[in-house]
């Protein structure tokens, strides 16, 4: 029996099947959002090749596997898949080769039935390496790019701070953790590539890549933000006044952090006019709505919000993120944040807005991830935006930040 033929003429609905297990499959979730197509990617292309491979006179034929599968593996990497995602998906994609063929398989011969599984086996494991492999080198390229984007922040960083000795050494101790990580994952792979040996833990050399890059990127951040104080500092940034419809820039804001509270079970309560998505529960808060379109500049308004909601969130293990706006007089209107999180000290509140000033619980100290820098940028952005900010905070009840901005930003 010529089971390549088979495995032909079946191909369409092992794809269709292959495309359903991926989607119904919870540990696939990078797959969630992406089209038909986009899962489909280059699977295809292998199945054809496996075709090939199983034609009695063309056993060793691999060149087609190797290249459905790299392109296959790069094309992952730049879709945010993680390393067991891709062999999961290879691990649906046997099971339904399989299954689908299994009647046919009971008609041949002994011979031909082990050899046909066999053959498939070998593909399939084939096509994962290959994959890996180029999952593995797209994940170098995007590190170099994160390096060379690093360099030139950094060069960019060096020219404009000026800052005090103290500031500089605590700027130097939030670098030193993340570069020597990128230094040292940087110099392991170049001694591997340089001595051309085959690493057979894959999985392994994987965590080595997204741990650098996930360093990488936090370090990034803090430059940034560094530099977006050092603008500010010296007079260089500029307000760009728009008509700016305000209930659906704070929606956007809600929408892109709600996986942040997801992850912690929190609830986000919002009332700006009952404009933002029905899915986030309004207050009862009683006040004049905010209108609907103001004059200012959305994009550092955008930045206030962000920062300060996820502030909310991150310092937050159990209960509601409350944000609330509303007009107060004919000229000025106010947003608030409120939170159940940890509570900042009475002797803390003056420093909130320092830079570099980080808040700890009694129990534990700041968050890994946090720079210090957040609020001491809001409070510059809301001062650039000819407004103010109070806060109220009791330890342990919560915190509420509350933003004053004029109707209309003069420009």
Not at 95 to 113: H, R
Not at 366 to 380: C, F, H, K, M, Q
Request: aromatic share 6%; with cysteine.
């Amino acid at each position: 029996m010529d089971f390549s033929q088979v495995l032909a003429e079946k191909t369409d609905t092992i794809l269709d099947r292959w495309i359903a297990a991926v989607r119904k499959d919870k540990r696939i979730e990078s797959a969630d959002d992406l089209s038909y197509t986009s899962v489909k990617d280059h699977i295809p292309d292998v199945l054809q090749a496996m075709v090939t491979v199983l034609a009695k006179h063309q056993d060793n034929d691999l060149q087609s596997i190797v290249i459905a599968s790299f392109e296959h593996g790069a094309i992952r990497a730049e879709q945010g898949f993680d390393p067991a995602e891709i062999a999961r998906e290879y691990h649906l994609l046997r099971t339904v080769i399989f299954d689908a063929i299994q009647l046919d398989l009971l008609n041949g011969t002994p011979v031909e039935i082990i050899r046909s599984m066999r053959l498939i086996d070998a593909i399939i494991d084939e096509a994962i390496a290959r994959c890996f492999k180029s999952y593995v080198e797209e994940r170098l390229r995007e590190l170099h790019q994160l390096q060379s984007s690093v360099t030139l922040h950094n060069e960019e960083l060096t020219r404009l701070i000026s800052t005090s000795q103290e500031d500089l050494s605590q700027l130097a101790h939030e670098l030193k953790q993340p570069l020597t990580s990128i230094i040292g994952y940087s110099d392991l792979f170049l001694r591997q590539q340089r001595q051309k040996t085959q690493v057979k833990d894959s999985s392994a050399n994987l965590e080595h890549i997204e741990r650098v890059l996930r360093n990488g990127k936090q370090l990034l951040h803090l430059i940034n933000d560094v530099l977006e104080l050092s603008r500010y500092d010296i007079g260089q940034i500029k307000v760009q006044l728009a008509p700016t419809d305000i209930h659906e820039l704070i929606n956007n804001v809600c929408e892109m952090l709600e996986p942040l509270a997801a992850g912690k079970n929190l609830k986000i309560v919002v009332d700006c006019d009952g404009l933002c998505a029905t899915r986030y529960a309004k207050s009862s808060a009683q006040g004049e709505r905010a209108p609907e379109k103001l004059v200012t500049d959305s994009f550092k308004f955008q930045q206030i919000a962000t920062n300060l909601i996820s502030n909310a969130i991150r310092y937050t293990e159990s209960g509601t993120v409350i944000i609330t706006c509303q007009v107060l007089d004919n000229q000025r209107w106010a947003i608030a944040v409120s939170d159940t999180g940890i509570g900042i000290a009475p002797e803390n509140q003056a420093q909130i807005f320092e830079p570099y000033f980080r808040v700890s619980s009694s129990d534990r100290s700041y968050l890994p991830d946090s720079t210090g820098l957040g609020l001491a940028i809001v409070s510059r952005l809301v001062k650039l935006l000819q407004g103010e900010i109070n806060l109220v905070s009791e330890v342990g009840v919560g915190s509420t930040f509350t933003v004053i901005l004029p109707l209309q930003t003069e420009s």
